[in-house]
């Protein structure tokens, strides 16, 4: 420290004792005071804590998390493999277009477990984040899940800011750094009690202004510390300045740290049951209250989600259809006519995906195509007309839905919409349409993907 006017104004103080009576803005100007609450000035001194300041984001990742894993378990729609929605279909989609596919192939196996368990970490991180319970563990589970989904779900979000993993995996950063940084947490809690019980004071960390650590220290000019009457300036004597690496670590300090761990350890296992407790509250609710709209969406055609493409079932004594089959290199979104089926053909070359009675009119029906194994719908506008779309979505890869009400596709993720005809983007982020498949009824009743 250095300021040759001010070190010789103000007198020199010893220890901190001698600083304990003074209020904290001693030797502070007013007008500087005034102006820390000016908009642009420095932030309230109850700020200078990260932990106050990482307050609104633990709150925002804290409660998302934990919606987003009961959510998932209310939701029988999720483990039903013939709904578009389901872990096993996002795995299979991410088991193709994932850049880490090879890894990502052997889950579809164990989709159900999977999704359990990101549905559990997910509510444990989120807890965790909330309570202030284990912060840095809850935070790094967090970045990893979100790394995750970043990279088999919405890896191809473009611009890829839009995707919105990339921008969660990042948010728990701060909080990897910092952890809770001692405010409203469980962990400053449980530290604190057994610091108590050890017969210390609190660990806070208590942000200092620099006018008072200069009222308390002194300040020096040419080696000579004013705080020491003019003895060198020395951090020793010194309770501020003095490094913590020069102190031998205290074996009571250890023993608290141990005792800590242990008690969080105790309070992160409960977190862990209530997470438990609640995921099957909210899954038993789910499939009692929830199932309704589960059934509401999509019906379930014939075809099975599948990673690699079927055989087609094509017979030699099969007759083409009529009806106009798009290219797969048609560009998507195109305005080609519409493949419709009116009149029942003979039994169609192409795969059977199931009964056209199963896809109401003005309804739709999901199943997956069967040459690339993509989830998929097929829409009745009117009777007898039938429309099919492979319904990943080609923004980041979600599933898109279909909209009854509003007779257009539309994504879940970032809200794009597509013509229910003709597959073309209505509304973006999605630079380009969904891709139509051709389909037919054969005169046994059945839909044929062609
Ligand atoms: Fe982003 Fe569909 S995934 S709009």
New binding site residues.
Partial sequence: MSGRGASRRRPPVHGPRAAAGRPPSAGVNRSTLKSNWALLGPPPRFLYSAGWVLIPLRLFLGFTFCFAGLQKLANPGFFDSSNPISIQQQLAGAARRSPVHALVAPLVHVAVPLGLLIALVEIAVGLGALLGLWTRVAAVGGFALSLMLFLTISFH?SPFY?GSDIVFAFAWTPLILAGSGGALSVDALVANAVRRRAGQGPALVVPIPFSMVRDVCGSYENGACLARRGAPCEPTPCPYLIGRSEAPRDPVETEMDRRTFAAQGSLAAGAALMALLGGGLAAGIGRLAGGASAKAGPSALGVTPTTAPPTTTTSPATQAPTTTSPSKTSPPGSSAPAPTTTTPRPRPAGTAIGAASQVPVGGAGSFNDPKTGDPSLVIQPQKGTFLAFDVV?P????I?EYDTAGKVLV?P????QFNSTTGAVELG??ATGLHRLGVAKGSDGQLYVI
């Fill in positions: 979000s839009t979505c923004h980041a890869g979600c898109v994504c993720c970032h809200g794009s982020p999605a």
